[in-house]
């Protein structure tokens, strides 16, 4: 039997061709967008390594042998895996020996942080409610004061505060400070490790929110403490307003103001407007997610860590897809962790809200700072 010759049946059908094209679509655009932020793949091989620093801190958290003859039933391996997460995140050097140093460094001011918090809340728990959130100001204070000291300084002031809110949402007490200890040892570990098996294969970018502030002006203060005070400003606000009428979530709309201060007010309104337009895309996202959160939790989880690598591509430049991409993993992770409740969820987009809108009120009204012509 001669093959036919009738072109129709050597093509595919119209109707299957085009849903071939639009599933590979997403895939190509996805593809494209990745080699055009990432072209020699160093930055996903540093999401690579956050994911890892993250897990394998989680998982040695969770040994018998560690957590054995601890006084509370606290979570080791939460928090070590937060530290080293973080400190992965903020470490930019481009050798082994100084990352590892670094990164020793910046989990030891984790740890550093977390037992700052524990030491001071219990005496603020007189204030109120909202007492313990004042050390967070200090933290908030740090974050931006500690750039003067360069990219390390940075992320130093940035794990004191990351050490500080993990503290504080795990209701650390006086008698958790070995827990706390535990903890930072594991992540140095578990942040070194993954760091020597990268090798050369990174080439890190200097994060806008660890960036030195811009040059001195003669007779004001540095910009680095005024970018600390705008910071501890609009942090003081949210604890007054906790205080006042309660925040479901408040640590939230503290970070939210911490972060997005920058070395200008002009940097400020950026980094408010991508920060907000981040969140709201990826809560959403991650609520929509929330079912399978609940009866698929592996598919979260791989989901998760796909978003943190998409967040270690973006920061560098595209700070809105990075703050969505980070809100969908925060959202997703605390669904498998448990927690189900819409409203608590939500309130995640809302106060990055008001958190962006008091750190932009604080930029624009304490200080301003602006970038001078060169």
Known sequence: MEPSTDPVEHEPAAPAARRDVSAKQPFAALSAWAERVDPGTHRRIKGLRLVTAYGLAAALGTLQDVTHGLPRNVSVGTLAAGF???????????????????????CAAAAFGAALYMCLAQPLLGLGH????????TGAFLVGYLKRFGVLGAGLGSQIYIGQLMAYGAGLVIADLPTIA?????????????????GPAER?????????????VPGRPSPEFVMGLQAAAGALVVVALNAWMGIEESAWAITACTYVVAGSATGTVQRVRRRIIGTLVGVPLALICLPIAEHAPLVIWFAAALAMIVYAMALPERYDIACGAFAFTLIVTLA????????????????????????????MFIFPLRLREA
């Open 182 to 198: 535990i903890a930072g040892v594991i992540a140095m570990l578990a942040s070194i490790v993954p760091r020597l098996l990268s």
């Open 130 to 137: 909202a007492g313990p959130e004042l050390t967070l100001v």
């Open 204 to 216: 890190p970018a200097v994060v806008a929110a660890l960036s030195p502030g811009p040059p001195p």
């Open 336 to 363: 498998v962790s448990g927690v189900h409740s819409i409203p608590f969820l939500a309130a995640r987009a809302w106060e990055t809200l008001i958190g962006g809108v008091l750190g932009l009120l604080a930029a």
């Open 84 to 106: 080293a997460l973080w400190a992965s995140v903020s470490e930019a050097r481009t050798t082994r020996p100084e990352s590892s140093r670094d990164l020793a460094l910046l």
